[in-house]
């Protein structure tokens, strides 16, 4: 194999763990009461976190896959981009309101702001199931 091709599978591990440890690392958050607004911003932070460099590494991957030669792939990458650019966007602002609303004190913005927060876990464990896809499909063409 060339080492494009090596540094394709490399990033392409490396957003498989940063997806699978903020994957982890969330699903521990859920035990707050995020009756405090520094939950909600933490929280939101972790996510920002998490989107922008899966974002970077995403772009990184498509790029290898590119100049690979595996277009499919450099296209499938580029699409995992653009959801979290689009799931980045879409969650923080959405936390960012609801958020506001648990500052106010209103009825059922924390339950709210749970089921955002299971929501972007959901998308996020979706994303790492379609990146692995996505890696045994390729391993079964490198046979």
């Not at 194999?1 to 859920?30: D, R």
């Not at 959801?83 to 602002?93: K, R």
Request: glycine share 6%.
């Amino acid at each position: 194999m060339s080492p494009v091709a090596y540094s394709a599978l490399i990033f392409s591990v490396i957003f498989m763990v940063a997806t699978a440890y903020f994957f982890m690392g969330g699903l521990p958050l859920l035990t707050l009461k995020h009756d405090v607004p520094l939950d909600a911003r933490f929280i939101r932070s972790f996510f920002n976190v998490y989107y922008r460099s899966t974002f970077w590494i995403a772009m990184c991957a498509c790029v290898s896959f590119a100049v690979w030669g595996r277009y499919a792939f450099a296209t499938g990458a580029l699409a995992v981009a653009g959801s979290l650019t689009l799931l980045s966007a879409g969650f923080s602002s959405a936390m960012q309101r609801v958020g506001a609303r648990i500052e106010a004190s209103e009825s059922g913005a924390i339950r709210s702001f749970r089921r955002l927060h299971v929501a972007v876990l959901g998308l996020n464990l979706t994303v790492l199931a379609v990146v692995i896809w996505g890696m045994a499909i390729l391993s079964q063409q490198l046979k």
